[in-house]
């Protein structure tokens, strides 16, 4: 199975600064076509977790532009460009490369 | 709007049975592949199984292979997830997801159902 590290585990983050989260995958995403088999999902407090970005750097529907995801490979990051208070929660990535799909352990973040 | 609608959850005896629903509303219901994520108390997400819009392919977690079975009845707009011979590491929160097609997997959810809860224990 890949499995999937994500870096930090918790980051405090101040309101309207940028702020950032790692993912590694133990085996590269990237597909010959040219598309990297990863997703990133946000899970806020209380709720059920949603759909931030798919291949890697796409934004699903909705979700705001101050998110951007990046990488290729094995290296791949999640940028939130100015933190809202509305951002808290734990995010989490996922390869769908190769069966079975696996999550990372999740990295919680929280305002200072 | 799409909705997912989880159903079914309860405590249940450790070797026991229990039996999943998730109502789909909101969506063209046999166009989508479904998936069951759990997520135990306090811990990580997983992945549990997903079913083809047909309900011809399944795939599920080598945790549960032989021992849950996922379904779906396209005429009644619903998902199901057959658990048996329950653990107590099978208590989690389960969710029901609806595939994502822009990502080409099935495994891309878009759309996640409030979660039932499955508390295994004697």
């Given at each position: 199975?890949?499995?999937?590290?994500?870096?930090?585990?918790?980051?405090?983050?101040?309101?309207?600064?940028?702020?950032?989260?790692?993912?590694?995958?133990?085996?590269s995403l990237l597909h010959s076509n040219g598309h990297n088999y990863l997703?990133?999902?946000?899970?806020?407090?209380?709720?059920?977790?949603?759909?931030?970005?798919?291949?890697g750097?796409?934004?699903?529907?909705?979700?705001?532009?101050?998110?951007?995801?990046?990488?290729s490979g094995t290296?791949?990051?999640?940028?939130?460009?100015?933190?809202?208070?509305?951002?808290?929660?734990?995010?989490?990535?996922?390869?769908?490369r190769?069966?079975?799909?696996?999550?990372?352990?999740?990295?919680?973040?929280?305002?200072? | 709007?799409?909705?997912?609608?989880?159903?079914?959850?309860?405590?249940?005896?450790?070797?026991?049975?229990?039996?999943?629903?998730?109502?789909?509303?909101?969506?063209?219901?046999?166009?989508?592949?479904?998936?069951?994520?759990?997520?135990?108390?306090?811990?990580?997400?997983?992945?549990?199984?997903?079913?083809?819009?047909?309900?011809?392919?399944?795939?599920?977690?080598?945790?549960?292979?032989?021992?849950?079975?996922?379904?779906?009845?396209?005429?009644?707009?619903?998902?199901?997830?057959?658990?048996?011979?329950?653990?107590?590491?099978?208590?989690?929160?389960?969710?029901?997801?609806?595939?994502?097609?822009?990502?080409?997997?099935?495994?891309?959810?878009?759309?996640?159902?409030?979660?039932?809860?499955?508390?295994?224990?004697?």
């Amino acid at each position: 199975d890949i499995v999937m590290t994500q870096s930090p585990l918790s980051l405090p983050v101040t309101p309207g600064e940028p702020a950032s989260i790692s993912c590694r995958s133990s085996q590269s995403l990237l597909h010959s076509n040219g598309h990297n088999y990863l997703d990133w999902y946000l899970q806020k407090p209380g709720q059920s977790p949603q759909l931030l970005i798919y291949l890697g750097s796409n934004r699903a529907s909705g979700v705001p532009d101050r998110f951007s995801g990046s990488g290729s490979g094995t290296d791949f990051t999640l940028k939130i460009s100015r933190v809202e208070a509305e951002d808290v929660g734990v995010y989490y990535c996922r390869q769908v490369r190769q069966d079975p799909p696996t999550f990372g352990p999740g990295t919680k973040v929280n305002i200072k | 709007e799409v909705q997912l609608l989880e159903s079914g959850g309860g405590l249940v005896q450790p070797g026991g049975s229990l039996r999943l629903s998730c109502a789909a509303s909101g969506f063209t219901f046999s166009s989508y592949a479904m998936n069951w994520v759990r997520q135990a108390p306090g811990k990580g997400l997983e992945w549990v199984s997903t079913i083809s819009g047909s309900g011809s392919h399944t795939y599920n977690a080598d945790s549960v292979k032989g021992r849950f079975t996922i379904s779906r009845d396209n005429s009644k707009n619903t998902l199901y997830l057959q658990m048996n011979s329950l653990r107590a590491d099978d208590t989690a929160v389960y969710y029901c997801a609806k595939d994502f097609p822009g990502s080409g997997s099935y495994y891309t959810v878009d759309f996640w159902g409030q979660g039932t809860l499955v508390t295994v224990s004697s």
